[in-house]
């Protein structure tokens, strides 16, 4: 089991910027690709980023490419999402997960197994 908790997220004005963090227990971090979600209003949860278990991959969507950056430090057992250039479409509540799929990075929502409550972003214009 590992358990998940997002925070970072809040209140800001387009173009501006915020940083998501996400702490695990239980288990070896390490032995995880770490991913970040996002499910906007009315919307279904997509995909955002993914990180290989030591940081060497990293795979984006294509709509954030450019402005959000993930990284993970596995000593603090904490993955990150950098998120800059913020836009009213990014406005969201963000989950990290966990996968188990060795070190494969994927989009797909059924390759993490652990997921977080979420924590909401919201972009104003």
């Known amino acids: 089991q590992v358990q998940l908790v997002e925070s970072g997220g809040g209140l800001v004005q387009a173009g501006g910027s915020l940083r998501l963090a996400c702490a695990a227990s239980g288990r070896t971090f390490s032995g995880y690709v770490m991913g970040w979600f996002r499910q906007g209003p009315g919307k279904e949860r997509e995909f955002v980023a993914a990180?290989?278990?030591?940081?060497?991959?990293?795979l984006y969507e294509d709509s954030v490419k450019g402005r959000f950056t993930i990284s993970r430090d596995n000593a603090k057992n904490t993955v990150y999402l950098q998120m800059n250039s913020l836009k009213p479409e990014d406005t969201a509540v963000y989950y990290c997960?966990?996968?188990?799929?060795?070190?494969?990075?994927?989009?797909?929502?059924?390759?993490?197994?652990?997921w977080g409550q979420g924590t909401q972003v919201t972009v104003s214009v």
């Open positions: 997960a966990a996968g188990v799929n060795g070190d494969t990075l994927s989009a797909q929502r059924g390759a993490y197994e652990y």
């Open positions: 990180i290989s278990r030591y940081g060497r991959s990293t």
